[in-house]
């Protein structure tokens, strides 16, 4: 069975510029979770996506958001990039209610300058 | 306070030592316990996960927590090069509820 899948792998954008991500969740998964991985914060959840609808949100500004299309493939989306938005990006899937089973993928690794 | 603490490390250690990592947090609500190991430049592996109290133990791994206490533990017995890599705590409510993660410990196996 395919693991999860991320991309691109490696992006660089400047100042106030937009980016998607891309996820592509183990077959079968039905929840995606996105994560912003941070050598100071370390990992942050930032929202979880189920049959299409946001379930959970975490504690980031409104520019980060998402979405869940019908075959559970998720984006994220960063709008007027900041500098502190440089991180790796993680996506993680998993079967309904357990989010305790978690399976990452290798992650976006976004620099903004 | 944060809800989950844990040592960044970086722990060195010889080839075939037992390497005890740990973590400790305020929420009491929390149910379920994982550890992740991630490896540099990958995502986290979800290495094993307890619920509610007690131990649990998967070759050469084991998990321990003690919830009076707050406090969570990985056990790696006969330590490889190939573990090194950096341990992730992660906690949480319920199977519903998004995971908290500690910053993780850097670990570092000397052959």
């Known amino acids: 069975k395919a693991g999860v899948t991320q991309t691109p792998r490696y992006l660089i954008k400047t100042r106030g510029q937009q980016v998607t991500l891309s996820c592509s969740p183990i077959?079968?998964?039905?929840?995606v979770s996105w994560y912003q991985q941070t050598p100071g914060q370390g990992l942050q959840f930032l929202f979880e996506?189920?049959?299409?609808?946001?379930?959970n949100k975490g504690n980031f500004p409104g520019r980060f958001s998402g979405r869940q299309f019908s075959n559970s493939r998720s984006e994220m989306n960063v709008s007027t990039l900041e500098l502190g938005d440089s991180a790796l990006y993680l996506c993680?899937?998993?079967?309904?209610?357990?989010?305790?089973?978690?399976?990452f993928g290798p992650g976006t690794r976004l620099t903004v300058l | 306070q944060k809800e989950v603490e844990q040592d960044p490390g970086p722990l060195s250690v010889p080839e075939g030592a037992i390497v005890s990592l740990n973590c400790t947090y305020s929420n009491s609500a929390f149910q379920y316990f994982m550890w992740y190991r991630q490896y540099s430049r990958k995502g986290p592996e979800l290495l094993m996960y307890t619920y509610s109290s007690g131990n649990k133990e998967d070759g050469r791994f084991t998990a321990q927590v003690d919830k009076s206490s707050k406090y969570i533990s990985l056990f790696i017995r006969d330590s490889q090069p190939s573990d090194s890599a950096t341990y992730l705590c992660?906690?949480?409510?319920?199977?519903?509820?998004?995971?908290?993660f500690g910053k993780g410990t850097r670990l570092s196996v000397i052959a």
């Open positions: 077959s079968g998964h039905r929840s």
């Open positions: 992660a906690l949480s409510n319920s199977g519903n509820t998004p995971l908290v």
């Open positions: 996506y189920f049959s299409e609808t946001q379930r």
């Open positions: 993680a899937s998993s079967l309904e209610g357990k989010l305790h089973e978690q399976f």
